[in-house]
Nanobody, 123 residues
Framework: QVQLVESGGGLVQAGGSLRLSCVAS????????MGWFRQAPGKERESVAH????????RYADSVKGRFTISRDNAKNTVYLQMNSLTPEDTAVYYC????????????????WGQGTQVTVSA
């Protein structure tokens, strides 16, 4: 089993940037594909970005393409989400999740979740 702890959230003005980090502990980090998800108040949780075990394959939601970048440092057991050109619509709790497999999958395939970090973008 893997434990996940997110950090890096906060309050930022529209147009600004934040970098989220998620540190994993427990089993071998490279056994997991990783994803970032978010949930805004009153809305369902949605996929933001995914990365496979090596970092060689990524996938993004259309709403964040060209603005967000997911990456991972397997030596540090950490996955990142660089968020640029933020808008108020990006305001949400952001969750890191892990899937015990090498490849990217849909949200329901991710079984291990962090506690979330709040991102608030002011207009």
């Amino acid at each position: 089993q893997v434990q996940l702890v997110e950090s890096g959230g906060g309050l930022v003005q529209a147009g600004g940037s934040l970098r989220l980090s998620c540190v994993a502990s427990g089993r071998t980090f490279t056994a997991y594909a990783m994803g970032w998800f978010r949930q805004a108040p009153g809305k369902e949780r949605e996929s933001v970005a995914h990365i496979n075990w090596s970092g060689g394959s990524t996938r993004y939601a259309d709403s964040v393409k060209g603005r967000f970048t997911i990456s991972r440092d397997n030596a540090k057991n950490t996955v990142y989400l660089q968020m640029n050109s933020l808008t108020p619509e990006d305001t949400a709790v952001y969750y890191c999740a892990a899937r015990l497999a090498h490849s990217i999958a849909t949200m329901d395939e991710y079984k291990y979740w962090g506690q979330g970090t709040q991102v608030t973008v002011s207009a």
